[in-house]
């Protein structure tokens, strides 16, 4: 059961915009930076944010990350039917001593 | 370029033990801290352990504390997640994880299946 809340799925057509939510706790979000991941089935997740805003080397700008408070927000524009995958919010949790996970998002291009 | 190979994965029973390793290239090895990520089929990420770069320090979950270990050998360049008392739901894809910009993971090893089924 993950301290970190994001929804179960959402989605849009191509070329449209969405927006993944991330809801955590003072613990984790609150005090520390956020990192995004998308994962494919069969393959190793990728790095898309670290720092709660800034995209590593390779990255589009098409993803963009931002923190406010307890909450995160993951946006992707121009969609593309390779962004089809599960997206995962991250960050260690200084309760728990533990790296925290969202629960997933799946982003459906339709 | 960074280059993260893991091994060992395997077919185990319930209550038997199995080792990963993860023999990584490309970086300063011992600059770094280690993770181990898991997946149970139909689920999401979930952290397992993380290790510091001189190997002092180590973190679990707590669905593993007491079973698992991480361990590191920096004159290898190689982490790796000792695993023991194996339950079926540790049964998962897992994967070792470079520390990036902290906290976040930057590369990411190809993944090896565990089962723990009888």
Redesign the interface.
Same mark, same amino acid.
């Given at each position: 059961q993950s301290v970190l809340t994001q929804p179960p799925s959402v989605s849009a057509a191509p070329g449209q915009k969405v927006t993944i939510s991330c809801s955590g706790s003072s613990s984790n979000i609150g005090n520390n930076y956020i990192s995004w991941y998308q994962h494919l089935p069969g393959t190793a997740p990728k790095l898309l944010i670290s720092e709660s805003d800034k995209r590593p080397s390779g990255i589009p700008d098409r993803f963009s990350g931002s923190k406010s408070g307890t909450s995160a927000t993951l946006g992707i524009t121009g969609l593309q039917t390779g962004d089809e995958a599960d997206y995962y919010c991250g960050t260690w949790d200084s309760s728990l001593s533990a790296y925290v996970f969202g629960t997933g998002t799946k982003v459906t291009v339709l | 370029e960074v280059q993260l190979l893991q091994s060992g994965g395997n077919l185990v029973q319930p209550g038997g033990s199995l080792r990963l390793s993860c023999a990584a290239s490309g970086f300063t090895f011992n600059n770094y801290a280690l993770?181990w990520?898991r997946?149970a089929p139909g689920k999401?990420?979930? /952290?397992v352990s993380?290790i510091s770069g001189t190997g002092i320090s180590t973190?679990?979950?707590?669905s593993v504390k007491g079973r698992f270990t991480i361990s590191r050998d920096n004159s290898k360049h190689t982490l790796y997640l000792q695993m023991n008392s194996l339950r079926a739901e540790d049964t998962a894809v897992y994967?070792c994880?470079k520390e990036?910009?902290?906290?976040?993971?930057?590369y /990411?090893?190809?993944?090896t299946l565990v089962t723990v089924s009888s």
């Open positions: - | 993770s990520v997946q999401g990420l979930e /952290w993380a973190y679990y979950a707590d994967y994880a990036g910009a902290p906290p976040s993971f930057d /990411w090893g190809q993944g």
